[in-house]
């Protein structure tokens, strides 16, 4: 695993940016105090801190007695819930590494994710409305010996030397269970291995430590005014850096707040918590922001508890950003940033127009950054340039891949981010635009490369690009162009059937399909890709 260089690892020791504490330690030290407090809320289910650490305590003796140990990798494809946070937890005790994976991602990523990490465990649901995610896994388990042990939520699991009932193993109770010797992690270990955005090819692997996260934790919570009296509602899959640790989940719970777990499907429910949990903080995307506005114009449900609304995910339009201020008021705080690193966010007593046209400052003093041309040197001050990133929160290199570490990092270790920025007198960041490839659909980054390999397979596609097209509520869709194979016409539906058989998550899922005679060529047979985009956007 690519690490920081010693004498830089040495200096943000020194400053204090790094602490030496474990993130299970960071998390629980405050709830001890507050053991009748309420912790987490799912649905009609409530668990105090008192019930959380003695859940925490029983699973890790559990699991450590069937043979989870440190270093051994658990992937985690949970809905937000009761049982992602204690497993969470357990695994933060025990020094296993939690691979969290979105409730979304299908067959094709899933594997993917699987070879690479050689997780011993996998933890899911049985079955969820929409999807049997035990089906998945089993059709994919042949290929992949080191999975032992399946985590299954839900009712009544199947039975299974190999399966644990893991929602029976996280509710409240005062039995102990007598546990293996667990060889606790140290601050330096790896906590926590996330997905990449998927930028530029799939999503890439990320190992946090318990230092660099305990860093992100500690600085986003105090720019977003997290403290005990906090009530946060995710909505956003927790399973995401945003949701879980920007401050998320695990900076609510350190600082001894509320957290409210819930989905983002309803938005009359999440405003109707928001009412009755008298919620004080919550995290979502544009897109989301928007369909709880468009609510709120019609109906009334008591918004006057927020605190801070953090908006990131993709950037929040000026004219979005002022109409959320008018409705829920000075509470909106724009944040940007990447699973690889750097946060920025505007801080809740900006003035309205550093809301509204920026995407906020580093949360640390300690982060370096750089805006640069395509040589690498510095440009003027208010001049656009790729976003160059290092320090504290910023990673050393990618999970077991060299050759994508090589590529986005500098010899000197600054993450090259690949996003086009301008950097305002004020030190704030203007997104100005992408120089990889991706389509952003509602927060979700969708590689276009990866999905035309996919499409390419089909008999009758001779050639297709995938661009975004731009949609009022999720922002970008994928629209698809396709050189057909002589008269046979792909359609869309049989393009879509096509990529659900090879098991691509459905939010990647093309929803336009232009049939063209030839791609347009830019230079030395370079695909024009911004024509593309425009002929998308001129025919939205």
Known sequence: ?????????????????????????????????????????????????????????????????????????????LPNGIEFVVLLLVLLRIGALPMLLLPTLRSYEVERILKLTGSR??????????????AMVRELRPRHPNLEML???????????????????????????????????????????????????????????????GHIVRTTSTVARIDPSTVYLAVMPVAHGFALSCPGILGVLAAGGTVVLDSAEDPRRALSLIEQ????????????LGQWLAVLDGERFDTSSLVAVQIGGAKLEPAAAERARSVLGP????????????????????????????????????????????????????QPGQLLTRGPATIGGYYRDAAATEKAFTADGFYRTGDLVRQLPSGDLQVVGRIKNVI?????????????QLVRELDNVAEVAAV?????????????????????????????????????????????????????????GKLDRAALREAAAARS
């Open 151 to 213: 985590l299954l939520t839900g009712e009544e699991p199947p039975s299974g030397s190999d399966i644990v009932d893991l929602s029976e193993l996280c509710r409240p109770s005062t039995s102990g269970c007598d546990a293996a010797p667990i060889d606790r992690p140290r601050p330096q270990h790896a906590a926590v291995l996330l997905l990449s955005s998927g930028t530029s090819g799939p999503p890439k692997v990320i190992a946090r430590t318990h230092e660099s996260l």
């Open 331 to 382: 509470v909106v705080q724009q944040v940007y940033g990447m699973t690889e690193g750097l946060i920025n966010a505007t801080r809740l007593d900006d003035p309205a127009e550093v809301v509204s046209s920026s995407q906020g400052r580093p949360v640390s003093a300690a982060e370096e950054v750089l805006v640069v041309d395509d040589g690498g040197a510095p440009v003027p001050p208010g």
């Open 277 to 288: 949990e008298q919620v004080t903080h919550f995290a979502a995307v544009p897109g989301l």
């Open 1 to 77: 695993m690519p690490g920081i260089p010693e004498e830089r690892a040495r200096s943000y020791r020194e400053a204090g940016w790094w602490r030496p504490e474990t993130l299970h330690e960071l998390v629980l030290r405050q709830g001890k105090g507050l053991p009748h407090k309420c912790a987490l809320v799912s649905g009609d289910r409530r668990m105090t801190y008192g019930e959380l650490a003695a859940a925490v305590d029983r699973a890790a003796g559990a699991l450590s007695t069937r043979g989870l140990r440190r270093g051994d990798t658990v992937a985690v494809q």
């Open 440 to 452: 952003n659909r509602g927060g979700e980054k969708i590689c276009a490369e990866e999905l035309e």
């Open 468 to 524: 975004a097209g731009p949609h009022p509520m999720h922002g970008e869709i994928v629209c698809l162009y396709v050189v057909p194979v002589g008269d046979v016409v792909p359609e869309l539906r049989e393009v879509r059937l096509h990529l659900e058989s090879r098991g691509v998550a459905r939010y990647k899922m093309p929803e336009r399909l232009e049939l063209v005679d030839a791609m347009p060529l830019i230079g030395m």
């Open 121 to 134: 465990a996998m933890a899911l649901p049985h079955r969820t409305r929409r999807f049997d995610h035990l």
